[in-house]
C-alpha cells in the first residue's frame, strides 16, 4: 500500500504532500501554493482528487491526484456560499458538503465525474456549523450545530436536497458545542467531539425502533485540567479498536479503546502533542497518527502501539504557517 499525507496550512496558503513511508516517516514531495487560505480537505471517494476549502474568496479547488507519488495538479474550482470550515463528500462522490461556521449552514456541490460543479442546496439556520458527516449507509447527513448544542439530521436525496427528518436533531447538553464526527465501521454508532466542554458522546444511530440515542458521554481532559476546555478533532482507526481526539489549549490527545460492538469506550490514556493541534489524522493501516500543531508549524508523527492504543512520537516535521488540516490518502 502507498500512503500520502496532506496538510493544509492556511497561514502560508500551502498544502505539502508527504510520502508516508512504512517504517513511520514522511518524506516531502511537493509543496503546493494555493491561491488562498487553505483550510478542510477530503480526498473523493475514488481517490482522484483532493478537494479543498479555500478563503477569502470561498470556494472549493479540485487538485488532481497522481496515482503514483501522490503529487497534486491544481483542476478545477467552484464558489461556496460561505467560509468553508469542514468540507466532505457523499460515499457515491456525487456530492461535496461545505459547513460553514460563521455563516451558519451546509451547503451541497454536484460533483460531475469529481469535478464540483453548481450548489444544489444551502441549508441555513445551523449557528456554529461545524462538520458534514454522512452516514455509512450514505442517507442522513449529520450536521453538528456548535452554538445551539444539538446535531441537525438530514436525509441526502438522489438529486443532492437535503431534507430535515424527524427527528430532525439530535441534543447535547447544554454547553456541549458538537463539532466533528466519526462513523464506527460496523455502521451501528457514531461518536462526536465536542468543543466547548471538552467531551466525545456516543451516539447509537439507530435502536429496533429506529431511536437514535446517546449511550455515552466521557471527558477528555484529565481529571486536573482547570484551564479552558476547547476541543477539535476525532478519529477512529480502520478496525474501530482505538480512538482519539485533541484539546488545543491543553495541547493534548486522548486515547481511548473501542469495545468489539463499538457501544463503550475507555479512556486509555493522555499524549502531550504539537502546541494547538486542531487537525490529525491516522493512516489507512491504523498504524500511525499525524497531529498538526497550529501555533507550532510543525506536523508530528505516532506509532499507534499495543492493545490500548497509546501513541509513541516517531518523529516530527516543519510544515507551513498555522497547519491545521491532515489527510490521508492509500492507493
Ligand atoms: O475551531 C474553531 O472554529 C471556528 C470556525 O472556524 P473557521 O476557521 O471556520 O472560522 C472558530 O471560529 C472557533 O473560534 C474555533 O474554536
Redesign the pocket.
Known amino acids: 500500500m502507498k500512503q500520502t499525507v496532506y496538510t493544509a496550512s492556511p497561514e502560508s496558503q500551502q498544502i505539502h504532500v508527504w510520502r508516508l513511508n512504512s517504517e513511520g516517516t514522511l518524506t516531502l514531495v511537493q509543496v503546493v501554493d494555493v491561491p488562498g487560505q487553505v483550510?478542510p480537505m477530503v480526498v473523493s471517494p475514488d481517490k482522484r482528487y483532493l478537494y479543498v476549502g479555500v478563503r477569502p474568496e470561498f470556494r472549493v479547488i479540485a487538485y488532481r491526484i497522481a496515482p503514483d507519488d501522490g503529487a497534486l495538479t491544481f483542476t478545477a474550482e467552484a464558489p461556496l456560499p460561505g467560509?468553508?470550515?469542514h468540507i466532505s463528500t457523499d460515499h457515491s462522490g456525487r456530492f461535496l458538503f461545505s459547513a460553514?461556521?460563521?455563516a451558519g449552514s451546509v451547503s451541497v456541490t454536484r460533483l460531475e465525474d469529481g469535478i464540483p460543479t453548481e450548489i444544489v442546496d444551502v441549508v441555513e439556520g445551523l449557528e456554529g456549523c461545524?462538520s458534514a458527516n454522512i452516514s455509512p449507509d450514505n442517507r442522513t447527513l449529520w450536521v453538528p450545530a456548535l452554538k445551539q448544542d444539538r446535531i441537525c439530521l438530514f436525509t441526502l436525496a438522489d438529486d443532492g436536497n437535503l431534507t430535515a427528518q424527524n427527528p430532525a436533531e439530535v441534543t447535547t447538553v447544554e454547553g456541549a458545542g458538537p463539532?466533528h464526527m466519526v462513523f464506527h465501521p460496523n455502521a451501528r454508532f457514531g461518536y462526536c467531539v465536542n468543543?466547548l466542554n471538552s467531551s466525545v458522546d456516543v451516539w447509537q444511530l439507530s435502536d429496533v425502533h429506529g431511536k437514535i440515542e446517546c449511550v455515552q458521554t466521557l471527558d477528555i481532559m484529565p481529571p486536573d485540567f482547570t484551564d479552558t476546555r476547547?476541543a477539535?478533532d476525532i478519529h477512529i482507526t480502520p478496525d474501530g479498536r482505538h480512538l482519539y481526539t485533541c484539546d488545543r489549549t491543553a495541547s493534548l490527545l486522548t486515547v481511548f479503546s473501542v469495545s468489539e460492538d463499538g457501544s463503550v469506550l475507555s479512556l486509555e490514556g493522555f499524549q502531550p502533542t504539537e502546541t494547538q493541534p486542531?487537525g490529525f489524522n491516522i493512516d489507512k493501516s491504523g498504524k500511525y497518527l499525524i497531529a498538526a500543531g497550529q501555533k507550532s508549524h510543525h506536523i508530528a508523527l505516532y506509532e499507534i502501539t499495543g492493545e490500548q492504543g497509546l501513541l509513541i512520537e516517531k518523529a516530527r516535521y516543519a510544515v507551513g504557517q498555522g497547519p491545521m488540516w491532515v489527510v490521508v490518502n492509500a492507493f
Open positions: 483550510q467560509s468553508p470550515t460553514s461556521y460563521n461545524h463539532r468543543e476547547w477539535a486542531r
